[in-house]
């Protein structure tokens, strides 16, 4: 895979596309009423060839960014490999953002042109983020657009596939095929170029990670618009040739079933919340459900939806870690040469092409098992490591590596046992120190979603004059349920008796919702800013 994806000859569309068999199935698009459209590597081929001499057309030239605001559509995956044969760069927005966030990454990027679904365009409008005389183009997908903007549709069949334009053009491996940005839930997003040799590392997870097969009917169910989505619901299965399922309607469980039901979905993935979701919507769970994979990432997987899937659907989840500027690395795999027993809590262990290690919080060498520490990347042992640095940021692409260069330092801390597996504790900056104890959050939070009436929970570390920081936790309870001192009291008494008696939750609030990113990960620094302006008096 390394020496197919990361040669000077590398061409993402060949690799992509052209090289696969005209008439198989690259992506079944399917609507809200379970109406579906096949997308063949042959059309793609065509309609990706003529809009990237549309891009060409425009003044896209090999390098520039085009940003793309788009929902998941038949559209959406034409051109993102139009922008990939002109040999330009993918910059992707989540349609869930607002415009302060789009601008940031257009601006970022030095985007020349933003592809944009009909039902999305009134984000681009000028106004306090947006510039009046944007410098990017805007082109319009499914829709009319408005005077100086350019239609999707009408670029497609203005252009042929046989002029020059629409030729792929080959960049490399070490050329930047997508500029991601971080969800920034720390500060403001960072820039992570993928370069065209990450394609091996994405294909590598689909076959060892979540070990998808020939005649596997395979679902990611994250969106394209972040990095789980786009690396292994699109860019992965195109790297393989394998047909992708991608559902242009909104998250709802009552069609999460339908869709898996009526396409004989085999292979599912997805994050912990649809996860969570699924299990809130267990009465509608249909016959004719058989997976014989799930998997899990974006956030640690709680124990207790591994044992609901295996009563519920026949085969536990099996939770995988990874990162933006990397793509999975630890795992709980699929595949028969790495599938080994499932510790409910843990991560897993690293897939092939990668090493980890867990290091000492004071000095970079490698901790003994069984000590917290911080998760890192031996560089040198991992050939799959794509990552470089952040665009345009030196200094925040030096906080990710060791002073020699030997490790990059995910910021994530955990623990590793004598076998080898993987524990995830929190992120550097949400673990909690409590006279002196380490204690992550992740830790507590799986004790207390054990509890029959808790649907959702974070737990936050808060100033305390005596013992530095003390755990407090917000608690999204089920329907019907009521929060009062007997609820808090059971609570409490199970992260002692299940967990640790030090490190249970001084305060419990009860929530109707907790902030997460638009992907679906819980912004715990939302919640302690809140608390320390709460005892701020603020």
């Not at 969800?183 to 998808?212: I, M, N």
């Not at 618009?225 to 393989?240: D, E, F, H, Q």
């Not at 008494?493 to 907790?514: E, G, M, N, S």
Request: proline share 7%; glycine share 10%.
């Amino acid at each position: 895979m390394l020496a197919r994806f990361d040669s000077p000859q590398a061409c993402a569309a060949e690799l992509l596309c052209d090289r696969h068999p005209a008439g198989a199935v690259a992506f079944t698009v399917i609507e809200a009423d379970l109406s579906s459209r096949d997308l063949t590597f042959g059309e793609l081929r065509r309609d990706s060839a003529r809009c990237a001499a549309a891009l060409a057309g425009i003044g896209v030239d090999p390098g520039d960014a085009v940003a793309v605001l788009m929902g998941k559509s038949a559209d959406l995956v034409v051109t993102l490999l139009g922008i990939w044969r002109r040999g330009a760069v993918h910059v992707p927005l989540f349609t869930a953002f607002a415009p302060p966030a789009i601008a940031l990454r257009l601006e970022a990027s030095a985007a020349k042109a933003v592809v944009v679904d009909a039902d999305q365009r009134h984000k681009l409008l000028p106004g306090d983020d947006m510039p009046a005389e944007a410098p990017w183009r805007i082109v319009v997908a499914g829709g009319q657009p408005a005077e100086g903007e350019l239609s999707l549709g009408g670029l497609l069949a203005t252009y042929s596939g046989d002029e020059p334009e629409g030729r792929a053009v080959a960049r490399g491996g070490d050329a930047a095929m997508v500029q991601l940005f971080t969800s920034g839930t720390t500060g403001t997003p960072k820039g992570v170029p993928v370069p065209v040799r990450a394609l091996a590392s994405f294909q590598a997870y689909l076959e060892y990670g979540l070990d998808v097969r020939r005649d596997d009917v395979f679902w990611n169910a994250a969106d394209p618009g972040w990095a789980y989505g786009l690396y292994y619901a699109v860019l992965g299965p195109l790297a393989a040739g394998h047909r992708s399922l991608l559902l242009h309607s909104g998250f709802s469980p009552t069609l999460t079933w339908r869709v898996m039901r009526e396409f004989g979905v085999t292979n599912f993935t997805a994050a912990p919340t649809v996860y969570r979701s699924l299990r809130n919507d267990v009465a509608s769970v249909p016959d004719g459900v058989r997976l014989r994979t799930a998997s899990s990432a974006g956030e640690p997987l709680t124990p207790e939806v591994i044992s609901w899937a295996e009563q519920t659907l026949g085969v536990p989840v099996r939770d995988h870690y990874g990162q933006t500027e990397h793509g999975m690395v630890i795992v709980n795999g699929w595949a028969d040469t790495v599938r080994s027993p499932l510790l409910p809590g843990s991560m897993g262990r690293p897939l092939p092409g990668w090493s980890a290690e867990i290091l000492h919080d004071e000095r970079d060498e490698p901790a003994p098992a069984g000590t917290a520490g911080r998760v890192a990347i031996k560089v040198a042992d991992s050939p799959l490591m794509w990552f470089s640095g952040y665009s345009g940021a030196p200094e925040k692409t030096a906080e990710r590596f060791s002073a020699d260069g030997r490790w990059y330092l995910t910021g994530d801390a955990g623990s590793r046992d004598e076998d080898g597996y993987f524990f995830f504790s929190a992120r550097d900056d949400d673990v909690i120190i409590m006279a002196g104890y380490r204690i992550g959050p992740f830790d507590v939070e799986s004790v207390l979603v054990q509890h029959p009436q808790v649907a959702d929970v974070a737990v936050v570390g808060v100033p305390d004059a005596l013992r530095g920081e003390v755990l407090e936790a917000f608690v999204v309870l089920r329907p019907g349920t009521v929060g009062d001192d007997a609820l808090v009291g059971e609570l409490q008494q199970l992260v002692k008796t299940r967990f640790a008696a030090h490190a249970y939750p001084r305060t419990i609030h009860f929530t109707d919702r907790l902030p997460k990113t638009p992907s679906g990960k819980i912004q715990r620094f939302v919640l302690r800013e809140r608390r320390r302006a709460d005892l701020d008096g603020h």
